[in-house]
């Protein structure tokens, strides 16, 4: 009787790659429907991109499966930017993460208006690399690295490790996990300004288009707890005009989240 599964929590700990090994294990034993809230709490815009890519590359995601909330791929870069201010603070992990993903992202589909920022990019993420962990990576290696966080780390060799399994299990290890807790003042628009950060949504909205994700976009609870003040800011209005533009979107469905919690219900949302 059960026909999907949807996961949710705090995005600022427990990301994509903790539910990872038991998604593959109900896709092994039959379940073919998955929903992952993901992209709706995040520091840096970088990072909600981040993980909305996680959930579907971590979890195997197919096609008609979904995204709950996706924000960080529709929300207002401008608005964003006004609500957080000039700098934020992070974890050094999180936002070396977040530039691996915007490496690999703009690599993979070799867009040419953010080409000219991989050098930048390269440069930054050698360094934070550098005071996480105790050997030096390439950036491919990195983003290797990263790719694999969908694995259990369980299933890694501790007797002979490899380059890239020693770096995984150093991720993983008591040392590795402190070094990266440690808290860095960030330039919002360090590399990427507005515009663009607004050519990444984009990128990752392509991407989310070309495997079919569906968005499940859900209004009256993105507007209470995300970044906008009113439902005239609300991100499906950025995702209607791109469109129209000629930007590969996403199908996108409305939803009501949590009906209990938020006090509204589905014709709510539509109205």
Not at 218 to 227: A, D, E, H
Not at 248 to 271: L, S
Request: glycine share 6%; proline share 4%.
């Amino acid at each position: 009787m059960v026909t999907g599964v949807d996961a949710a929590a705090s995005e600022f700990d427990t990301p994509p790659e903790v539910f990872a090994p038991s998604f593959r294990r109900l896709r092994e034993h039959g379940m073919q429907h998955f929903t992952y809230h993901a992209g709706e709490d995040f520091f840096h815009v970088l990072s909600g991109l981040r993980a909305i890519y996680e959930a579907m590359e971590y979890l195997e995601l197919q096609a008609g499966d979904r995204i709950g909330h996706a924000t960080a791929a529709g929300v207002d870069v401008k608005l964003w930017k006004e609500n957080v201010g000039e700098r934020l603070w992070m974890r050094i992990e999180d936002y070396l993460n977040d530039l691996v993903f915007a490496y690999h992202l703009i690599a993979i589909t070799k867009e040419r208006a953010l080409e000219p920022t991989l050098p930048r990019i390269a440069l930054r993420i050698e360094e934070y690399a550098a005071k996480i962990y105790p050997n030096t990576y390439s950036v491919c290696e990195l983003i290797d690295a990263w790719l694999k966080r969908k694995d259990n780390p369980t299933s890694l060799s501790n007797e002979q490790p490899n380059r890239l399994e020693q770096f995984c299990l150093y991720y993983h290890s008591k040392e590795g996990r402190e070094k990266g807790k440690e808290i860095i003042l960030v330039d919002t628009y360090d590399i990427f300004g507005e515009k663009e950060l607004v050519c990444l949504q984009k990128l990752l909205l392509k991407v989310m288009h070309q495997k079919q994700i569906v968005i499940e976009t859900l209004p009256t609870s993105n507007v209470i707890i995300g970044y906008h003040h009113s439902f005239s800011t609300y991100q499906l209005y950025n995702w209607y005009r791109w469109s129209k533009e000629g930007e590969k979107i996403p199908a996108i469905v409305i939803g009501t989240d949590d009906a209990g919690i938020f006090a509204t219900n589905i014709y709510n949302e539509y109205c």
